[in-house]
């Protein structure tokens, strides 16, 4: 199926309280997810008592072609994988985040896949069936988070006049020009309530461009958005790299922005895996997150971002110049605009600033912008789905089993209060107050 949004057949059917998805998962996963049931420490307490092996040596995971989706290429070339008892991972390439989707739902048993390098709000829209085949709810957990930030939004040649940047309010003119001539304007993102949608439609909004009005917003597969900017499909797009840096180097657009400088260090991809998978392999489990977790490490280091950048443009992988993925690997921003930043602070991170640990409050964040945009409906009960999803609990663990130092690891499932660029405050205790002082948004 395609990635259009897929609108609930009720809202009870993404309505989904604590003893619906419960009720769900024991059906979906037979004994195995009897687990599920209980308690986060109780169910490590349980898994700790019986062997250390894994209870499978094989998992498929998916991918798409972006820099970050680097720790699983990383855990696959260096042995990762294997170190941990996990011999038999297979890491697959996706065409598309649709791709992804429907490979998830259908599962490893019926040659699907059991995870994925994966876009922070699908596993939720997965778990809800907000966005699979009849809403059909397919449990997922989140065991951790892959990267910080490393997005950016690009801005078709045609505009480079304006030199955007976190301020798009002169689009707006130039967007109302184009429409009032005849033309179309597209804005592409690449799922429907995906990361890059939402980061896109927070941009524009802020400079009061609604992206429901006055732009259309289209899904493109990261790989083809360069292809499509040049001949003229979009004016502009959000994707990982290295599709940005592309953009500029075969001088067809240029980069306005990298996403940490809307939300610093702002969450992105995510290890998402199939509950049942979860559930029934649980030492599996811990050994494939110490796997990537000692890959984020070693793709945060410094000194290995070249090593990683060539890993990265292998054909195996992302399929791309090294040249194109090099230098933002390393930190580097060229703009295309006469702007550069050497080791910016706004690079992606693996590692550093707790970039690997799934808190709860970020998963809060996406939910609600999912409601902001009517991916979700307005009384959809975010608390009750994280409680499930969001397995925090294994990261620490996996943690403590890798001896990871103390001031590396989280007290709190929160980050506290996040301030964006343009003031804008989500305090994780108050959603709806955050809900409430947006402008634009598609809620009556």
């Given amino acids: ?222 790989a083809q958005m360069v292809a499509n900017m040049k001949v003229g499909s979009m004016d502009t797009f959000c994707v990982c790299e290295p599709w940005n840096e592309q953009l500029i180097n075969q001088k067809i657009g240029y980069t306005a922005l990298t996403t940490s400088e809307l939300w610093h260090n702002h969450p992105e991809k995510a290890l998402g895996m199939r509950a049942d998978w979860v559930e029934a392999n649980p030492n599996a489990t811990r050994a494939l997150l110490k796997a990537v977790m000692e890959a984020q490490m070693y793709c945060e280091d410094p000194a290995n971002r070249e090593e990683v950048a060539r890993i990265c443009a292998k054909r195996r992988w992302i399929n791309a110049p090294f040249n194109d993925v090099v230098e933002r690997m390393k930190g580097n921003f060229n703009y295309g605009t006469g702007r550069v930043v050497e080791n910016s602070p706004h690079q992606m991170r693996y590692w550093n600033d707790f970039a690997s640990y799934p808190f709860k409050s970020h998963d809060l964040w996406f939910l609600t912008e999912d409601i902001r945009w009517g991916y979700l409906p307005a009384d959809f009960d975010s608390h009750a789905l994280i409680e499930q999803v969001n397995r925090e609990d294994l990261w620490r663990a996996a943690a403590a089993d890798l001896g990871v130092p103390a001031e590396q690891i989280p007290t709190s499932t929160s980050r506290g209060v996040e301030t964006f660029f343009d003031g804008t405050v989500f305090d994780p205790e108050n959603p709806q107050a955050y809900l409430d002082s947006l402008a634009i948004k598609a809620l009556a």
């Fill in 1 to 222: 199926m395609d990635d259009k949004p897929i609108k609930p057949t009720s809202q009870a059917s993404v309505n989904l309280k604590r003893r619906d998805f419960l009720k769900y998962s024991i059906a979906a996963v037979g004994g195995a997810a009897l687990l599920g049931g209980m308690a986060p420490g109780l169910r490590s307490a349980a898994w700790a008592a019986g062997s250390d092996a894994p209870e499978t040596t094989r998992a498929k995971l998916g991918f798409i072609a972006l820099t970050d989706a680097a720790p699983l290429f990383v855990a696959d070339e260096k042995g990762f994988f294997a170190k941990h008892g996990m011999t038999g991972v297979e890491v697959l390439k996706q065409s598309s985040w649709g791709t992804t989707r429907d490979n998830l739902v259908l599962g490893s048993a019926r040659n699907g896949i059991d995870g994925a390098h994966i876009l922070t709000p699908m596993p939720y829209l997965i778990a809800s069936g907000a966005m699979t085949p009849n809403n059909v709810p397919v449990p997922m957990v989140i065991l951790a988070r892959l990267n910080l930030g490393g997005q950016c939004i690009s801005v078709g040649q045609e505009y480079i006049d304006l030199k955007l940047g976190v301020d798009s309010t002169p689009f707006k003119a130039a967007l109302a020009a184009k429409k009032a001539s005849g033309k179309q304007v597209n804005a592409a993102m690449t799922f429907p309530g995906g990361t890059h949608d939402l980061w896109i439609r927070y941009w524009l909004a802020a400079g009061g461009i609604d992206p429901n009005r006055d732009i259309s917003t289209i899904v493109v597969p990261p």
